[in-house]
């Protein structure tokens, strides 16, 4: 941390950071389909490990088939509403204006960044993760429902506001 609040900060710099958190947020956006199917390939990955059933990614459609060598086997498809570039998005553009308005404080912003979005990455991920599991002991149906609408949507309005508080905490002390 150190290092981060030792870099010399010009105007010029600050501005090009600025620009860049910008133009990383309309990337984001208008990325948003490779994005989605990164983190499919994220949790695909992950599901390899920790499941003993068939897992494959259908990276055209951001989707990860799993349990394939079961009876119920199952599709999830990261749609743009499910993806955690939403939830970075405006911790970029918050970082962005952070930036311009007090430049020397670039790099605090600049690792409170990194820190939340993985955060954010990390909780998504976990989401997933539930789903499966809860798909998994529960069924489709149920599994489903409670994983898609009750306990995922716990996990991400908790791991969300977990990560907004890590991002205002690193950035402002």
């Known amino acids: 941390m150190a290092l981060a609040n030792a870099l010399p900060v010009t105007r010029s710099s600050t501005r090009f950071l600025a620009f860049a958190l910008v133009a990383a947020a309309v990337a984001l956006v208008v990325g948003n389909r490779l994005y989605r199917t ?3 390939a994220l949790a695909s990955g992950i599901l ?4 003993s059933g068939g897992v494959q990614l259908v990276a055209e459609r951001q989707t990860v088939y799993f349990g ?3 009876e119920h086997p199952f599709g999830l ?3 743009p509403e499910c993806t955690s570039a939403f939830l970075v998005l405006p911790l970029l553009l918050v970082a962005a204006v952070m930036i311009a308005l007090r430049g ?3 790099g605090r912003v600049l690792v409170a960044l990194g820190l939340a979005s993985v955060a954010v990455v990390v909780v998504n991920q976990l989401r997933v993760l539930t789903l499966v599991g809860l798909i998994n002991g529960l069924g489709t149906d149920q599994g489903y429902y409670w994983g898609h609408t009750f306990l995922g949507s716990i996990v991400s309005v908790v791991g ?3 990560a907004l508080v890590l991002f205002v905490w690193k ?3």
């Open 171 to 173: 950035a402002t002390r």
């Open 68 to 70: 394939l060598g079961g």
């Open 48 to 51: 390899r490990v920790i499941t």
């Open 38 to 40: 990164a983190e499919m």
């Open 160 to 162: 969300g506001a977990a």
């Open 104 to 106: 020397r404080i670039a």
């Open 77 to 79: 498809r990261m749609s």
